[in-house]
């Protein structure tokens, strides 16, 4: 059975960390510029190097958590995308110039869907992806902060 998709949305220091940490039978990958508070397996993903280093890493972990508890997670927690997203565009930023920065960034954003929805999903294992929003007074609405095209074209909210 294929495991589901689901984005947890709240404002910067609302809780998502917390309400995560109190999941069971979960790997979470935090992405955040801090140490993981939660009591729960985890590991640290604060250096983005590539699409292929990060998809290496939760491989290694699965494989780690399969080895330990003798079968995957239920649950693969991205907290948060928010980073995540900003990491990814920070490596653009270094490696590449002009348009590549923004044509990286969008090829790593949808390379990372793709390996959720091709690989994670269909191996019985849920997402959980955590962002951050702010409210946009233009809007009067809150929105997820995305760079380039991918966040005028609904970033995460999309599948």
């Not at 998502?16 to 640290?44: E, H, M, Y």
């Amino acid at each position: 059975m294929n495991g589901i998709k689901l984005l947890v949305i709240a404002k910067e220091a609302s809780g998502k960390t917390r309400l995560i940490s109190r999941l069971n039978d979960v790997l979470v990958a935090s992405t955040d510029n801090k140490a993981f508070v939660g009591n729960v397996p985890n590991f640290r993903y604060s250096e983005y190097l590539g699409f292929q280093h990060f998809k290496n890493e939760i491989n290694t972990k699965l494989s780690l958590y399969k080895a330990k508890y003798k079968k995957l997670p239920n649950n693969l927690v991205i907290d948060s995308v928010t980073h995540l997203a900003n990491n990814i565009e920070r490596f653009a930023n270094i490696k590449f110039q002009g348009f590549e920065v923004w044509s990286s960034l969008g090829k790593d954003i949808l390379d990372f869907n793709h390996y959720l929805e091709t690989t994670i999903i269909p191996a019985g294992i849920n997402v959980i992806l955590t962002s951050h929003c702010q409210f946009d007074s233009n809007t009067d609405r809150y929105e997820i902060s995305s760079p380039g095209n991918f966040g005028k074209n609904g970033s995460w909210l999309v599948r």
